[in-house]
């Protein structure tokens, strides 16, 4: 018996590991008697045994009663996850005997991010990008129109017209890097990467561009006695692209002639934790939950005058979701502003 047992559960493990959706086998209790590694995934490790009910919080999932129903055979509803990826999940029941269901978890989390990702990238260009269209069409009728105006004129219409053409431009590389990480933000990276070489990158880069001339960054690696790499599950180029933000920031928002500190830390041997420090005007406490939503600016004449496009950290936020990584800011008005991102660690 026991013999048959295990060679049931092995031929479940195998058929779950093929199945991209989730795979429950309940008992009539509601207890998890099987669940596959998508699954796990979905509603975390360690299901078995566990009631489902725990798990999948739903008015609409009630084994007992659906079991004790002969009409209804099959059921489906759709789910959302109370967590960071608010993933949605479209869940089917099946009665397999009076005591036993499955229950197939498919996830509807990519198609309802296209469908946001639509909406939003049609409301952000319609109305982002009519404010330089407008002044751009504003310039050109006036150049085209009036045959007597003088050269320096020209030449200072056409710097405003090649700047807010820049300006376009950034919005929509901007526009379009959301539009990928939001999309994607489920999705957690297939790849390792050591936390330190993106960051030393970015360093680096802006050394050599000049950017950072005024503003040292000074890296401070508190794990160099560590035994243990710093290894996370990471994109090489999204990393790289959270670093170069925050460090542009800090280097723009901070007052000239000030360091930039990035320091690293191990707290414990889960996570580690890299903090971005600057000195400048700070944020006021009022807007630190708003930094990272689109197009949220603090001071927008100031934003506009650096190139910001207000997309920057909401970018960040959403690289950082996909990464399984925490975003905490605090500042001190006329001190320091401070980000601090934890990663989970893994071993190599």
């Known amino acids: 018996m026991s013999q048959n047992i295990d060679k049931l559960n092995n031929a479940l493990n195998q058929i779950g590991d093929l199945m991209d959706d989730g795979f429950l086998l309940v008992d009539k209790h509601g207890n998890i008697q099987f669940a596959n590694s998508s699954a796990e995934e979905f509603l975390g490790k360690e299901l078995s045994r566990r009631n489902v009910t725990e798990v999948i919080k739903s008015k609409?999932?009630?084994?007992s009663r659906f079991l004790k129903t002969d009409k209804e055979i099959d059921k489906e509803f759709s789910?959302?996850?109370?967590?960071?990826?608010k993933r949605?999940?479209?869940?089917?029941?099946?009665?397999?005997?009076?005591e036993l269901v499955v229950i197939l978890l498919l996830d509807m989390t990519l198609q309802r991010n296209l469908e946001k990702v639509r909406r939003d990238f049609v409301?952000?260009?319609?109305?982002?990008?009519?404010?330089?269209?407008t002044i751009l069409v504003g310039f050109i009728e006036t150049l085209l129109s009036d045959k007597a105006i003088d050269i320096k004129s020209r030449h200072k219409f056409l710097k405003i017209m090649d700047e807010e053409a820049k300006r376009m431009n950034?919005?929509?590389?901007?526009?379009?890097?959301l539009s990928k990480v939001e999309t994607e933000e489920h999705i957690t990276p297939s790849t390792s990467i050591s936390i330190l070489d993106p960051i030393k990158s970015v360093i680096s880069s802006l050394d050599e561009s000049g950017l950072s001339k005024n503003n040292k960054i000074s890296l401070v690696d508190k794990t160099l006695n560590e035994d243990r790499p710093l290894?996370?599950?990471?994109?090489?180029?999204?990393?790289?692209?959270v670093f170069t933000n925050l460090f542009e920031n800090a280097i723009k928002y901070g007052f000239e002639k000030s360091d930039i500190f990035v320091n690293i830390t191990k707290p414990n041997g889960k996570e580690v934790v890299v903090e971005v420090i600057n000195e400048g005007e700070g944020i006021p406490t009022k807007y630190l939950e708003r930094l990272t939503e689109r197009f949220f600016r603090v001071d927008k004449a100031r934003s506009r005058k650096i190139g910001g496009t207000g997309l920057g950290l909401a970018i960040v936020k959403h690289i950082l979701i996909r990464h399984r990584a925490s975003l905490t800011i605090d500042s001190e008005l006329n001190k320091k502003t401070s980000f601090k991102i934890k990663f989970p660690l893994i071993k190599h």
């Open 60 to 63: 609409d999932l009630n084994i």
């Open 123 to 133: 409301s952000n260009v319609s109305h982002e990008l009519r404010s330089p269209l």
């Open 170 to 177: 950034r919005l929509i590389d901007d526009i379009l890097s």
């Open 88 to 98: 949605s999940l479209s869940i089917k029941i099946k009665k397999l005997s009076n």
């Open 79 to 85: 789910f959302q996850m109370d967590d960071d990826l």
């Open 231 to 241: 290894y996370i599950i990471g994109n090489y180029d999204e990393i790289t692209q």
